[in-house]
């Protein structure tokens, strides 16, 4: 896929080998990009990494530079088998914020948790972060509850899927 500032990226499942990938990724981000996305200035991920790769119930994609074969940006979601829901993320490294690489990534991830079975889609965002709230609302997102500086999103992974088709749909007859 080629991002709006022409790079260009693949997007895949995570996978074992990738442990020393990611551990660069997380290092390559600034503190801002951090705790933007954990609310918290984190420095040490090995736990963090070992369960993306080892919890099954954890969906991870990640986006790969075709130039350079790094991980530039990922996107996990934690199902919950029980209730049909699954808390989601997504981090970009600040280079590729802004060119469209979240948005592929949330398209990627609904399309593979629709067919999983999960129902909705849920994350926690700071009510400052734009970008993410931008993004949730263009999948429909609904803010369920709302904290000092913390808005919950909840996304309906069907709607989600079925705006993603209709606007991927459009594009083609573009």
């Given at each position: ?111 593979i948790l ?53 606007s991927q ?6």
């Open positions: 896929m080629t991002l709006r500032n022409g790079r260009r990226v693949r997007i895949r499942g995570l996978c074992p080998g990738d442990r020393d990938k990611l551990i660069r990724f997380y290092k390559s981000l600034s503190e801002e990009t951090i705790y933007t996305r954990f609310f918290a200035v984190v420095r040490y991920f090995d736990p963090y990494i070992d369960r993306l790769l080892h919890d099954r119930c954890t969906l991870v994609i990640v986006a790969e530079d075709l130039a350079t074969g790094e991980i530039v940006g990922m996107a996990e979601s934690f199902v919950d088998e029980k209730t049909g829901a699954a808390e989601g993320g997504i981090i970009v490294r600040e280079d590729y914020q802004g060119h469209g690489l979240g948005s592929i990534l949330a398209s990627v991830m609904i399309s629709k067919p999983a079975g999960v129902k909705k889609l849920y994350g926690y965002v700071l009510s400052d972060n734009q970008r993410a709230i931008s993004l949730a609302r263009k999948l429909g997102a609904r803010t369920l509850r709302e904290q000092p500086g913390l808005v919950r999103v909840e996304v309906d992974v069907e709607a989600a899927a079925l705006k993603i088709a209709a749909g459009k594009n083609r007859e573009r």
